[in-house]
C-alpha cells in the first residue's frame, strides 16, 4: 500500500526529470520466459508491453509469480496471458505529487510515461522517494 501523509509537501519537480529513459519494452506475443530474462539481464522488475509502440500493458513480477508460477504454468505462457491490461500512464509534464496520487489510487508501484501516445520512460514510487528523500532519517548522516 502507498501512503502519502499530508503534512509531507512533495516538491514541484516533473515526472520527467526523475523518469527512468528508455523504458524496457516487450510484445504481447512473446514468451513470459522472455520478458523474464530480459528483466533479470537488466535488473528491473516490470516491462511495459507495447503493440505498434503504443503502450498496452505492463507485466511485473507480481504478474509473473501471481498469474504464471501460482497457477502452474509455464514460461512458453505469452506476455499477452500474463500481463496487466488496466494500464495507468503520465505525461512528462506531470508533478511528482500527481504521480504519486495516482499511484496511491490505483494502488500500483510503475506508471509509464507518455509524449504522443508513445512511452518515454517509467517512473517507480521508489524514484519518487529517492528523489523526494522521503524516508529518509536526516540523523543517520549524522557525525557529531
Given at each position: 500500500?502507498i501512503?502519502i501523509?499530508s ?26 520466459g522472455?520478458?523474464?530474462e ?7 522488475g ?7 509502440d ?6 511485473t ?14 514460461s ?12 495507468k500512464t ?21 506508471l ?20 523526494e ?12
Open positions: 500500500m501512503y501523509m503534512t509531507y509537501k512533495i516538491s514541484m519537480k516533473t515526472v520527467g526529470g526523475i523518469m527512468t529513459k528508455p523504458v524496457k519494452t516487450i510484445g504481447p506475443g512473446e514468451t513470459i522472455a520478458a523474464a530480459m528483466m533479470k539481464k537488466n535488473r528491473i516490470s516491462l511495459v508491453v507495447v503493440k505498434k503504443e503502450p498496452v500493458g505492463i507485466v513480477e507480481r504478474d509473473i509469480a501471481y498469474k504464471l508460477v501460482a497457477e502452474g504454468k509455464g512458453d505462457t505469452k506476455v499477452k496471458d500474463v500481463m496487466s491490461t488496466d494500464l503520465i505525461s512528462e509534464d506531470k508533478s511528482l505529487m500527481d504521480a504519486a496520487k495516482l499511484m496511491a489510487a490505483h494502488v500500483i508501484r510503475r509509464p510515461v507518455v509524449k504522443n501516445g508513445k512511452v518515454v520512460g517509467i517512473v517507480a514510487i521508489e524514484d519518487i522517494m529517492r528523489s528523500r522521503i524516508g529518509e532519517d536526516p540523523d543517520a548522516y549524522s557525525f557529531s
